[in-house]
T-cell receptor
Framework: DSGVTQTPKHLITATGQRVTLRCSPR?????VYWYQQSLDQGLQFLIQ???????AKGNILERFSAQQFPDLHSELNLSSLELGDSALYFC????????????FGPGTRLTVT | KNEVEQSPQNLTAQEGEFITINCSYS?????LHWLQQHPGGGIVSLFM???GKKKHGRLIATINIQEKHSSLHITASHPRDSAVYIC??????????????FGKGTHLIIQP
């Protein structure tokens, strides 16, 4: 158990809908990362937050947004969902910025029908 | 061309064999991670390297920064080592951005 929690574990929704994925980092970790794993693209970095502030953006679509709250939990919002958004979404956390180990949550499996 | 290349893509071996998985990258990095993903989907971090060599149990990871190459070795392989092994790099950048760039993974099967 990495200490990173994600909810829900599974999510099935229809095209055009909006969903919110939630992540709670390990106790004391200030950085949160979101990653997407799809069959065709593999694992991709979406976005990073550090202590409530956006730090870096990767291949995140404009339909997706995220935030990190004062208690350090993070939410990833996916809107106008398309079939191609079906994927595993992982959250990871680390102590801070720089060369720190990243600890991955169990993931949320999103299926868009 | 992907920034992170792994080989082989698939590897089937017999229990007890010595396993090597290779990772090459084409960008400047500040750290390289080896990750393990079991069929259930969860990702476990095995090693984080910025130089040299690390060992944990039957797993050994090495990195050559000059040659931009890393290897993951498994000694005395066991069926429970069957998983996907993923190489990921932290691209060197300013501003504290730490998002990882991933290889496509090596699917390892160890047969009893």
């Amino acid at each position: 158990d990495s200490g990173v929690t994600q909810t829900p574990k599974h999510l099935i929704t229809a095209t055009g809908q909006r969903v919110t994925l939630r992540c709670s980092p390990r106790s004391g970790d200030l950085s949160v990362y979101w990653y997407q794993q799809s069959l065709d693209q593999g694992l991709q970095f979406l976005i990073q937050y550090y202590n409530g502030e956006e730090r870096a953006k990767g291949n995140i679509l404009e339909r997706f947004s995220a935030q990190q709250f004062p208690d350090l939990h993070s939410e990833l919002n996916l809107s106008s969902l398309e079939l191609g958004d079906s994927a595993l979404y992982f959250c990871a956390s680390s102590t801070g910025q720089g060369i720190y180990e990243q600890y991955f949550g169990p993931g949320t499996r999103l299926t868009v029908t | 061309k992907n920034e992170v290349e792994q080989s082989p893509q698939n590897l089937t071996a017999q229990e007890g064999e010595f396993i090597t998985i290779n990772c090459s990258y084409s960008v400047g990095i500040s750290a390289l991670h080896w990750l393990q993903q079991h069929p259930g989907g969860g990702i476990v971090s095995l090693f984080m390297l910025s130089s040299g060599k690390k060992k944990h149990g039957r797993l050994i990871a090495t990195i050559n920064i000059q040659e931009k190459h890393s290897s993951l070795h498994i000694t005395a392989s066991h069926p429970r080592d069957s998983a996907v092994y993923i190489c990921a790099v932290r691209v060197r950048s300013g501003g504290g951005a730490d998002g990882l760039t991933f290889g496509k993974g090596t699917h390892l099967i160890i047969q009893p």
